[in-house]
C-alpha cells in the first residue's frame, strides 16, 4: 500500500470537447492523500476532491464541483490514466471549466505521465479497496455487477439499435492486460447523427475530428452539412467527402486504433469513473450498457457499502 504522486509538474493544453473553452491545466505533485482539482481562474476557489459524492452532472460527461461555478468538466479520461499509474496524490489546477480533451483518449495523458514518472512518496496509505460482498447495480437499462476477487477484472459490453455498432464485448486484467497498449489509446465516439442534436444543444462547442470517432450511421443532408459547416468552420467540400466516404468509423486517423475501440472507451470512461473513489479496486466486474450516470451511481454504491451502509 503506497502513496503515490508525480515526480514533477506536467502540462496540459487544448480545448474541452462539452464547452469549447481554450484550457490550459497543470498536474502538480502532493503528498497529501486524495486527488484534488482547483479552478486558477475563480478568485478563493476551494479545491474540489475527488469523490462519487462531489460529481453534480454526469449526462454526457463527469462533472466535478462543489457547486453550479466551481466546476471541472470531462474528468474521466484524466482519471483513467491516474488509475493506471496508481497515483492518488495530486493536485490539478486548470484555467477553465473543462479538462482538454486531447485527441479523445487517455493515452497522451499516459504517456506524459510515463515521460515525467511516478514517485512513492508513503508506504502507509490505504490505497486498495477489496470487494467483500456482491454489488449490483441495476436502472432497467445499465447493469453493473462486481463480486469478490482478488485482481481488478473487468468484461464490458454495449448494445446500440444501430447495426454498424450493435453488439460489442471487451475484457481487461490489471494483471493479464497492459493499460497503454489495450485501453488507454480508445477514442470517444460520437454518432453522426447526434451531431446536429449537440451542436441545436450547444453541448459539444469543442469537437472536432481530431478528438473523436465519428460513427457513419446516416446520410447528411444538405441542410445538416450546412450547419456542421457553419458550427465547427468547416469546408462544405470537406463535409461532401465525408458523406461520400465509403468507410463506416470517420476520424483523423482514417481507421480505428484497436479492435472493438468504442467499447474499449466505454471501459476506459468506466475505470476513470470507478476511479472517484481514489483507491484501486480488487474485484470481478461484469458492465453491460454502462454510461457515467451509472458509472457514477455505482462508485456511490462502492462507497456506502464500504461505510456499512446499503
Not at 79 to 108: T, Y
Not at 205 to 216: R, T, Y
Request: glycine letters at 6%; a neutral charge.
Amino acid at each position: 500500500m503506497a502513496g503515490i504522486t508525480i515526480r514533477s509538474e506536467i502540462v496540459f493544453e487544448g480545448y474541452g470537447l462539452h464547452t469549447g473553452c481554450k484550457t490550459r491545466c497543470i498536474l502538480k505533485p502532493s503528498y497529501e492523500e486524495g486527488i484534488f482539482f482547483k479552478r486558477v481562474d475563480i478568485k478563493d476557489s476551494r479545491l474540489i476532491k475527488v469523490d462519487p459524492d462531489n460529481i453534480i452532472d454526469n449526462k454526457r460527461n463527469t462533472i466535478l464541483g462543489l457547486d453550479s461555478n466551481n466546476l471541472v468538466y470531462t474528468i474521466e479520461h484524466f482519471l483513467s490514466a491516474f488509475w493506471a499509474w496508481g497515483i492518488n496524490s495530486l493536485i490539478v489546477e486548470v484555467d477553465s471549466p473543462e479538462l482538454p480533451i486531447l485527441d479523445g483518449s487517455s493515452l497522451p495523458i499516459y504517456k506524459k505521465i510515463e515521460e515525467t514518472g511516478v514517485y512513492k512518496y508513503s508506504d502507509n496509505y490505504n490505497d486498495i479497496l477489496f470487494i467483500q460482498e456482491e454489488i449490483v447495480y441495476d436502472d432497467g437499462f445499465s447493469y453493473i455487477k462486481v463480486e469478490p476477487y482478488n485482481e481488478f477484472e473487468v468484461t464490458l459490453e454495449i448494445e446500440y439499435p444501430q447495426d454498424i455498432i450493435g453488439k460489442q464485448k471487451c475484457f481487461f486484467s490489471e494483471r493479464k492486460n497492459n493499460y497503454k497498449q489495450s485501453v488507454a489509446p480508445a477514442r470517444t465516439f460520437v454518432l453522426l447523427s447526434e451531431i446536429i442534436y449537440l451542436i441545436d444543444n450547444k453541448l459539444i462547442k469543442g469537437g472536432s475530428i481530431d478528438s473523436a470517432v465519428i460513427v457513419k450511421d446516416i446520410q447528411l443532408s444538405e441542410e445538416q452539412k450546412r450547419k456542421i459547416s457553419e458550427y465547427f468552420n468547416l469546408d462544405l467540400n470537406y463535409l461532401n467527402e465525408i458523406d461520400s466516404y465509403s468507410k463506416l468509423y470517420l476520424s483523423k486517423e482514417k481507421n480505428l486504433r484497436i479492435e472493438n475501440e468504442l467499447c474499449v472507451h466505454k471501459l476506459l470512461d468506466f475505470i476513470g469513473d470507478l476511479y472517484l473513489i481514489n483507491k484501486k479496486i480488487k474485484g470481478k466486474f461484469y458492465v453491460y450498457r454502462p454510461g457515467h450516470k451509472s458509472n457514477v451511481e455505482f462508485a456511490k454504491l462502492i462507497k456506502r457499502k464500504q461505510k456499512g451502509g446499503k
